[in-house]
């Protein structure tokens, strides 16, 4: 089965019961949840000296490297890192009925049960009947690992480890427990920074992962199935691989071992630096079978910096749909041999368009450097910031031709944010936007917003994407700001009422 035919999905706690059944290939991201046995705390941390690789050679009765010392220095940096996430059943969930009770003694307690009020509200009984009652909260434990960047407290680890968490618990290996601050989360790159109040902690030795080369020994430490600062080792399998949906990371792939609990934690090459972040694998059983991917080290630090710092991630954008030139279309194109990237469609009145881009074209070379599979071409051009000027070789009626074309930035919809307001959607947890003309008309109102996002107090809620905010209060919402008024205004809890599908309903949400 080719990359392309694979299906990705997170291996989530939910998920992870059934990890073992028979599947078709899957892009499984190695976040676990921790087994109820009790797991030994890794010993502290002794003087060693310098880990020195074990050179190759063809005798294959070679010493086989060891990482001892290597899991002795760096271990106490890694950390465990525990989830919370609350689910909130859905307001479209089926609620009691007007038939009597299981006790037969006639108490109809049906349709009361549906009021997000609760059954006991004056309001109950307006909501007799319809098809909603009030969700119910439903945690899901989730692990995963990290690891210690700075001495007071930044931890670097995967997105989908802490995105959506109400909690966030980092463990070290000493046993102490930290509640942990989400600072900033990226979801394209699949990385985010967490901190903890501590100081004087160990910390990781940061690595180049360009100097990383195939068939090198790497190490990495993490929490399988919870079991603290596992070690596992294997060699680097490939470099720059690009996976479905995540085509601006140059995964670094492994065959080292890799389990639910893994992700986020360190991939070390054998001079003790941090060349990776451990994210996903490749399984057909939900467990590791050979290949197993990681973020380059320089990729997520480069993040990282933005997330500290900005709060989002800025990302060049060229405003081109391109594919990969096999050996027919480098016929037709006349091209002396199959690479660089072929422009399929050019996006209207975007940076590539405005420099003289035209569908057909095939661009060979990004500023100087040769672009010999297209997918290397969205990764390079994520890694400029907008408005960046590029120089592009294009090959076009059989000829090369220099263009030159000053990047867009690519929308980021609130993938990261580094204030907590703004990474909970405000004290609601809501990101909003205006409604248009067409969504007016389909809900039949002139007034409201609708919810992009829900995370935090408005997801516990109920709330979801699509549904539309009419009012605040008893005061009707027309826009983003009219809502940030109302909330701020706002005591205890704030009274929405939503528009979902056709039906209309009042929602207390906590204001956070």
Known sequence: MSLRTLIRKPLTAAALGAAVIAAPVSVLYAVGVAPKAAVIAAAPATAIGPVTPVPATGNSAAVLPDFSTMVQKYGPAVVNISVVTKVPASYNSPGGDDSDDDNGNGNDNGGNNNSPFGPNSPFAPFFRGLPFQAPQQAPVRGEGSGFII????????????????????????????YTAKVVGIDTKSDVAVIKIAAKDLPTVKLGDSHSLRVGEWVLAI????????????????????????????????????INPGNSGGPLFNMRGEVVGINSQIYSRSGGFM???????????????????????????????????????LADSFGLPQPEGALVSSVEKGGPAEQAGIEPGDVILKLNGQLVTRSTELPVAIATLNPGAPVDL??????????????????????????DPKHAEGGKLGLAVRPLTSQEKSQANT?????????????????LQAGDVVLAANGAPISSVEDLRNAVEKSKGHIALLVQRGENRLFVPVRVG
């Not at 995967?158 to 070290?172: P, Y």
């Open 150 to 177: 700075r001495p007071d407290g930044f931890i670097l680890t995967n997105a989908h480890v802490v995105n959506g968490a109400s909690e966030v618990t980092v463990r070290l290996t000493d046993r102490h427990e």
């Open 222 to 257: 993490g929490a399988p199935f919870g079991f603290d600062n596992s070690a596992t080792a294997g060699i680097v399998s490939a470099k720059g691989r690009t996976l479905p949906d995540s085509g601006y990371i140059p995964f670094i792939q492994t065959d080292v071992p």
């Open 290 to 328: 050979g290949v197993s991917f990681s973020i380059p080290i320089d990729v997520a630090l480069q993040v990282s910096r933005q997330l500290e710092t900005t709060g989002h991630v800025a990302r060049g954008k060229l405003g081109v749909a391109i594919q990969d030139v096999n050996q027919g």
């Open 393 to 418: 070789e294009v090959w076009r009626n059989h000829a090369t031709r220099n263009v030159s074309v000053k990047l867009g930035a690519m929308e980021d919809k609130r993938t990261a944010a580094n």
């Open 446 to 462: 002139k007034e409201g917003v609708v919810v992009e996002r829900a995370v935090g107090p408005a997801a516990q809620a109920g």
